[in-house]
């Protein structure tokens, strides 16, 4: 179940971890290469803006300089060859004339008797624009027509001119919108109306209407707007070039991440079957860490501690190992080498410390075998311990199955075993559940003795927990105290026993059995006198 649940996350972080860089990479690669389309439209829009505004000032510079002559006779032959000479000296104008009653008169070229039809619009500045004029003599030639409205004096340029930029691919629709009729002038390629409503009012507009990229800008001396418009299609050109870079790495990255998660998922998978070579190998052995008296300092037991570390030196802590051992039913088979190993290390400890106790750690499986009963007779006679040698200390996740935990613990006490509930206040026991048992120690859990002499709501909660050992009338062992101001508290409290790096840390049983022959022997010497 664990492995497969196991398998399953590790397979979807894999895809995950795979499929996420090269996502980004994708997105990234669209995203620049979006954005290098709207830059070349925008260019593109920037050029043909330039090119009208100057074409714009040419037609206004002529316009006015016509009008400020104020010839009688707009087409005498002395302004007729004036604007000879303005047209040659202006890059972008084919033609300078005088229209009357929409009828060309004369131009630079001379008389005409030519009708032009009427204007397509009238700019702000008071100029009849006819968008797409032919003359009879021209008749491959459209022209662009400004008139000045006032002087009669016109302006043509060729139609295409304002378009005259260099566009490598036929596809890009380029073209000049006029502010007044909003249409446009001229253009070369598809226009679409719809793309008039997203212009706003400011003077460039990127947007995309998924078959193009847009990009519109307005002059900002003059009446008009010159457009860009770039097929969608060229993005995923760009997509397909940049993403022959990008990929490569996503993929390269992703499969780092898949290696390190499958490295990952293989330790974990791994770890039972190393669990069962540890139990071959006897690579599990014991710490003790020693239980004092409150009151006295005396040591009065000490709680026997898992340790593993592998061949390769490396400690692998109980925390990790034990929940998966749990989870793939090992435990029993831990349990009994936890119980074994006590039984080589304490040999003769109960006949040269009568009063000294050994706590056991049991799993909630435990207590749900009577294998555990027969693994701590045999321990019991080798140990020759007498009643309250030994004790078993069951969380309260043990007590889940009442019935068959209570029936084992109460043979486990019919031996002189006694019981103590560890990691208390973790679970979810209740008073009422807690005395359905027959215990006699309360482990108080390291978490809430962290929250004595702080001032802290929860450094209630450890009152309360003092109280209810009180009054089921159990002994209480503090766990994880490091500073002699808690041990202070809990002796004033009332608590008899104790456990924690202010007393000592778990040490092999050589060390422990030492400390404790020296400390008796130190008693020996000096007698404590009861006053
Ligand atoms: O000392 P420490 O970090 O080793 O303990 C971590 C956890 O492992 C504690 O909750 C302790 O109860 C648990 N543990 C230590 N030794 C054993 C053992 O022999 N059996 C079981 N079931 N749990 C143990
Ligand atoms: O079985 P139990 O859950 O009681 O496990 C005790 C755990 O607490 C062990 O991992 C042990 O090493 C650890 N421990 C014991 N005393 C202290 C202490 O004073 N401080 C800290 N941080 N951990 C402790
Ligand atoms: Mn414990």
């Excluded at 070349?40 to 300089?65: P, V």
């Excluded at 016509?66 to 002395?78: F, M, Q």
């Excluded at 802590?317 to 029993?332: C, K, Y």
């Excluded at 019919?414 to 309360?442: C, H, K, P, Q, W």
Aim: charged share 20%.
């Amino acid at each position: 179940m664990r492995n497969k649940t196991f398998v399953a996350i590790a397979i979807f972080i894999v895809l995950v971890a795979v499929s996420t860089p090269i996502a980004i990479s994708l997105y990234l690669a669209w995203k620049q290469s979006f954005d290098d389309q709207m830059d070349i439209a925008a260019l593109l829009a920037e050029d043909i803006l330039r090119r009208n505004d100057e074409s714009s000032d040419q037609t206004l510079g002529i316009l006015t300089t016509l009008a400020a002559e104020g010839a009688v006779d707009p087409c005498s032959v002395e302004n007729i060859r004036l604007m000879g000479a303005l047209d040659l000296a202006s890059e972008h104008v084919q033609a300078v004339g005088y229209v009357k009653d929409d009828w060309l008169l004369c131009s630079s070229y001379g008389h005409h008797n030519t009708p032009l039809g009427p204007a397509n619009y009238i700019t702000p500045y008071g100029t009849a624009v006819r968008t797409l004029v032919e003359f009879p003599v021209l008749p491959e030639k459209r022209f662009l027509i400004s008139t000045d409205l006032k002087s009669g004096y016109t302006v043509a340029i060729h139609h295409n001119r304002p378009l005259d930029v260099f566009v490598d691919e036929p596809s890009i629709s380029v073209g000049v919108l006029s502010s007044v009729t909003n249409s446009p002038i001229v253009s070369r390629g598809e226009f679409k109306p719809a793309w008039i409503d997203s212009v706003g009012k400011q003077t460039e507009s990127r947007f995309s209407d998924g078959e193009y990229l847009v990009v519109v800008k307005h002059s900002s001396k003059y009446a008009f707007a010159a457009y860009v418009a770039v097929p969608a299609t060229k993005v995923s050109d760009g997509l397909r070039r940049l993403s022959r870079f990008l990929v490569p790495f996503g993929l390269v990255a992703g499969a780092l991440l898949a290696w390190m998660v499958l490295c990952l998922a293989k330790r974990q998978l791994a770890l039972p079957a190393v669990i069962k070579v540890a139990l071959k190998r006897n690579e599990f052995f014991l710490h003790y860490q020693p239980i004092v008296d409150l009151q006295t300092g005396q040591w009065v037991g000490a709680e026997a501690l898992i340790r593993w570390q592998r061949p390769n030196g490396e400690m692998i802590r109980p925390d990790l190992f034990i929940a998966v051992a749990e989870e793939v039913g090992l435990i029993p088979r831990i349990t009994e080498r936890v119980i074994s190993l006590i039984g080589d290390d304490i040999h003769d400890l109960f006949a040269r410390h009568p009063k000294f106790h050994i706590a056991i750690n049991l799993s909630a499986v435990d207590l749900q075998s009577r294998q555990t009963i027969e693994y701590l007779d045999v321990l019991h006679k080798k140990t020759k311990a007498g009643p309250g040698n030994l004790i078993v200390e069951a969380t309260e996740r043990g007590f889940m199955n009442v019935g068959v935990a209570r029936e084992i613990l109460d043979e486990v006490r019919a031996r002189g075993i006694e019981v103590a509930i560890d990691d208390f206040g973790t679970g979810y026991s209740s008073l009422s559940y807690l005395e359905s048992f027959n215990l006699d120690y309360l482990k108080i859990d390291k978490s809430f003795v962290d929250t004595l002499g702080k001032d802290a709501a929860t450094s209630q909660v450890v009152l309360h927990i003092i109280d209810m050992a009180k009054s089921l009338n159990l002994k209480m062992i503090a766990e994880g105290v490091e500073t002699e101001a808690q041990a202070q508290l809990l002796r004033q409290r009332g608590v008899q026993f104790a456990q924690g790096w202010h007393f000592g840390k778990p040490v092999p049983f050589s060390t422990l059995l030492e400390q404790l022959d020296k400390s008796t022997a130190s008693l020996a010497v000096t007698p404590r006198v009861d006053l």
